[in-house]
């Protein structure tokens, strides 16, 4: 029988005070981890990056983000690993949907309701303006 998997999206802000040589292990680190429990779709380091709000009195850290896909069992253990690394600062791991059509499909959607308020609009306006008459 064969695994069920699922999609998930992570995020991980490194803590860039260890050095740069310590940031690429920690990434390597956590790559690895997931490739060895699952599958990795796309692996996108963004870099260096100021954070919104200072975490431990520091204001930058090292953002990586992973699309991968693993059995649900894996993601309670992922976290519990983010969390007990010092070098981690903030992470999160969501379940991801099928991005691609999504858009697609609420453009589709918006549109005619769109429309139909545009052929509403001057239908109150109209009535408004008749009770006003009279």
């Not at 699309?67 to 976290?79: G, I, M, N, R």
Request: hydrophobic share 40%.
């Amino acid at each position: 029988m064969a695994k069920a998997y699922t999609n998930y999206e992570t995020i991980f802000v490194c803590d860039i005070t260890r050095g740069e040589e310590a940031v690429k292990a920690l990434i390597d680190k956590f790559v690895t981890l997931i490739k060895s429990n699952g599958e990795v779709t796309e692996v996108n380091e963004w870099g260096k990056r100021r954070l919104a709000y200072p975490i431990n009195d520091m204001t930058e850290g090292y953002y990586t983000f992973v699309t991968f896909s693993a059995p649900q069992a894996f993601v309670a253990e992922l976290e519990r690993r983010y969390h007990i690394n010092d070098g981690i600062m903030r992470s999160i791991v969501v379940k991801a949907d099928d991005k691609a059509s999504m858009p697609q499909r609420a453009v589709a959607e918006a549109a005619p309701v769109a429309e139909e308020a545009k052929e509403e609009a001057p239908a109150v306006e109209e009535t408004a303006a008749e009770e006003a008459a009279e």
